[in-house]
T-cell receptor, first 112, second 115 residues
Framework: AQSVTQLDSQVPVFEEAPVELRCNYS??????LFWYVQYPNQGLQLLLK??????LVESINGFEAEFNKSQTSFHLRKPSVHISDTAEYFC??????????FGKGTKLSVKP | EAGVVQSPRYKIIEKKQPVAFWCNPI?????LYWYRQNLGQGPELLIR????????DSQLPKDRFSAERLKGVDSTLKIQPAELGDSAVYLC?????????????FGPGTRLTVT
C-alpha cells in the first residue's frame, strides 16, 4: 500500500527567506508524485508534478521539487517566499492508473 | 472557463438528519471525484465516476452514504442519517479523464458540521 508522510504540519518563515516542505512516500511500485496548494477558502490547485524524465520539476511561481528515488522523497522548495505563498501544501502520490493518496498537509505561514 | 462548483459552501445539521451536497464539474470532464477531508488530514477519496458510472466506490460507507451522477454531468452526495463523525469538508473534483497525466480540478468544498 502507498502512503505519504509530510513531516511538518506547520512551517513559519519570514518573507524572502528560503523554505523546504518535506514529503516522503512509501510504495512498492513505481509512483507519480504531486504537490497541491490550497489557498484560504479555495479549492486545491495542482502546483507541480513528477511523472517521468527530469527528477527536478518546477512551477510557474518559483517552487521546485526533486524526485529522489533512493530516499523516497519529493521535497518542495522555494529560494525566496512571498506573503502570497501563505497556504496549505499537500503532497500526493499515485501509481499508474491509481487514485491519489494525499499527505496530511503542511501549513506555510509567511510573515513580513 | 468556470471551475468546479459546489453547493452549499457550509452546512450545519443535527445528528440523524439527512444532508446532500451538489457538484457541477468543469464542462467536458468525464471523471468526477468526491473526497472527504477531515480536520488536519489530507483529502481521502470516497467515490470516482467515469461519466455516469461509479467505477470506484470502495471507500464509500454504503450504509449511510450514497451518490449519483445522472447524465454524467452534475453529481450529488448524500448522507442519511448523519453522525457526529461525518463532520468534515467534502470536496468535489473533476478531470478530463482518469490517469496520472490528467490534472484534477477541485471545487472549494462543502464544510459540514454535525451537532
Amino acid at each position: 500500500a502507498q502512503s505519504v508522510t509530510q513531516l511538518d504540519s506547520q512551517v513559519p518563515v519570514f518573507e524572502e527567506a528560503p523554505v523546504e516542505l518535506r514529503c516522503n512516500y512509501s510504495s512498492s511500485v513505481s509512483v507519480y508524485l504531486f504537490w497541491y496548494v490550497q489557498y484560504p477558502n479555495q479549492g486545491l490547485q495542482l502546483l507541480l508534478k513528477y511523472l517521468s524524465g527530469s527528477t527536478l520539476v518546477e512551477s510557474i511561481n518559483g517552487f521546485e521539487a526533486e524526485f529522489n528515488k533512493s530516499q523516497t522523497s519529493f521535497h518542495l522548495r522555494k529560494p525566496s517566499v512571498h506573503i502570497s505563498d501563505t497556504a496549505e501544501y499537500f503532497c500526493a502520490v499515485s501509481r499508474s492508473q491509481g487514485n491519489l493518496i494525499f499527505g496530511k498537509g503542511t501549513k506555510l505561514s509567511v510573515k513580513p | 472557463e468556470a471551475g468546479v462548483v459546489q453547493s452549499p459552501r457550509y452546512k450545519i445539521i443535527e445528528k440523524k438528519q439527512p444532508v446532500a451536497f451538489w457538484c457541477n464539474p468543469i464542462s467536458g470532464h468525464n471523471t468526477l471525484y468526491w473526497y472527504r477531508q477531515n480536520l488536519g488530514q489530507g483529502p481521502e477519496l470516497l467515490i470516482r465516476y467515469e461519466n455516469e458510472e461509479a467505477v470506484d466506490d470502495s471507500q464509500l460507507p454504503k450504509d449511510r452514504f450514497s451518490a449519483e451522477r445522472l447524465k454524467g454531468v452534475d453529481s450529488t452526495l448524500k448522507i442519511q442519517p448523519a453522525e457526529l463523525g461525518d463532520s468534515a469538508v467534502y470536496l468535489c473534483a473533476s478531470s478530463l479523464t482518469f490517469g496520472e497525466a490528467y490534472e484534477q480540478y477541485f471545487g472549494p468544498g462543502t464544510r459540514l458540521t454535525v451537532t
